[in-house]
């Protein structure tokens, strides 16, 4: 059975810091790309940032680059995101998400809520 299962997210005030986790189970985790997206409410859900197989590899989208950063762990089956100098527009529902390499497999976690407020 597959599974992805995000934690880490809070409540946060402003330009402090989280760390995104999402624990993969179910399938070949270092075959497949995995990537972060979020959704405020009443918008889109949005790509922010994903990892290559390997780990080699990484994209972010142009609101958090520079401040966030994915990162995985193959041997626990594990991906990151540490969000640092969080803004109130990073507010949103984390989503992780895995790609397998030919595009042909694609799972979904349920999300975890980040807020980031005063």
């Known amino acids: 059975q597959v599974q992805l299962l995000e934690s880490g997210g809070d409540l946060v005030q402003p330009g402090g810091s989280l760390r995104l986790s999402c624990a993969a189970s179910?399938?070949?985790?270092?075959?497949?790309?995995m990537k972060w997206y979020r959704q405020a409410p009443g918008k889109e859900r949005d790509l922010v940032a994903s990892?290559?197989?390997?780990?080699?590899?990484?994209t972010y989208s142009g609101s958090v680059k520079g401040r966030f950063t994915i990162s995985r762990d193959n041997a626990r089956n594990t991906v990151y995101l540490q969000m640092n100098s969080l803004k109130p527009e990073d507010t949103a529902v984390y989503y992780c998400?895995?790609?397998?390499?030919?595009?042909?497999?694609?799972?979904w976690g349920l999300g975890t809520q980040v807020t980031v407020s005063s």
């Open positions: 179910g399938f070949t985790f270092s075959s497949y790309t």
């Open positions: 990892i290559s197989s390997s780990g080699r590899s990484t």
């Open positions: 998400n895995a790609v397998s390499v030919s595009g042909t497999y694609t799972y």
